[in-house]
């Protein structure tokens, strides 16, 4: 027992001192904060986009009390020898219809993002959003294609219904939802039309995600839509996707 414990106290040690709080600056306004969790040897960066309104509030630390299933997740993506990194906001970008993610200043942070880790790492940049996370990162893609060369491929789990992609949006694409997904704005149609309307020279997928457990609003994290207890699940699917060559 005292040897697990050790190994567990070591263990937090190390999160704590690999883990680290990067501060992306934009124009003279708040700087955009993301949590960077590394892995040993990376092959990759997946740039990891919360739904709801995605605000986080990341602490210096990198403690954040919001419980999406991405803060659930981010440490399980070392193991794959991808580095993970939590995407903040500093305002809340709203639900539904009228969210901000569509808007310039939005969609600029995240092209200062993906440019901060790209210099950084010198690694494939992967966007994966959830849910209202998905608007995030299909309106990068969907931009032009000098945004398109700067990422490797997107992910999407638990798509929001306005979602699409532009037909020449000729990077990876991966859709994830939950077989039992019951949120009235994430329907089965949107993820399902993403991948049939993907050009054919385009690599492409859907997976369906099964079991796990459903509690609370069928819209948020505690439920199928936040793919509760299906984490590991969730990391694999998408991992494995983004290192097939």
């Known amino acids: 027992m005292r040897l697990l414990i050790t190994i567990f106290i070591i263990s937090l040690i190390c999160f704590n001192a690999k883990a680290q709080v990067f501060e992306v600056s934009y124009k003279d306004k708040t700087p ?59 305002y809340d970008l709203g639900r539904g219809p009228n969210n901000l993610r569509f808007y310039p200043e939005h969609q600029e942070r995240i092209y200062n993002v993906v440019k901060y880790y790209k210099d950084k790492t010198n690694l494939p940049i992967w966007l994966f959003g959830h849910s209202m996370g998905t608007v995030s990162a299909s309106e990068f893609a969907n931009k032009n294609s000098e945004q398109q060369k700067m990422i490797k491929g997107i992910v999407l789990a638990g798509t929001y219904k306005s979602v699409s992609l532009n037909n020449d949006v000729t990077l990876p694409v991966l859709v994830i939802r939950h077989s039992l997904d019951g949120c009235q704005n994430i329907p089965m149609r949107t993820s399902e039309e993403i991948i049939k309307n993907r050009p054919k020279e385009v690599r492409s997928q859907l997976i369906l995600i099964d079991g796990g457990i459903d509690r609370g609003d069928a819209c948020q994290a505690g439920g199928y839509h936040g793919f509760n207890g299906t984490e590991d699940q969730l990391v694999k699917d998408a991992a494995e996707f983004i290192l097939k060559k």
Request: aromatic residues 6%; positive net charge.
């Open 32 to 90: 955009t904060r993301t949590l960077l969790l590394p892995a040993q040897n990376p092959k990759a960066v997946v740039l990891l986009f919360p739904g709801g309104g995605g605000l986080m509030n990341l602490q210096n630390d990198g403690s954040t009390s919001n419980r999406h299933t991405f803060v659930r997740s981010k440490e399980l993506w070392s193991k794959f020898g991808i580095d993970a990194v939590l995407v903040d906001t500093p």
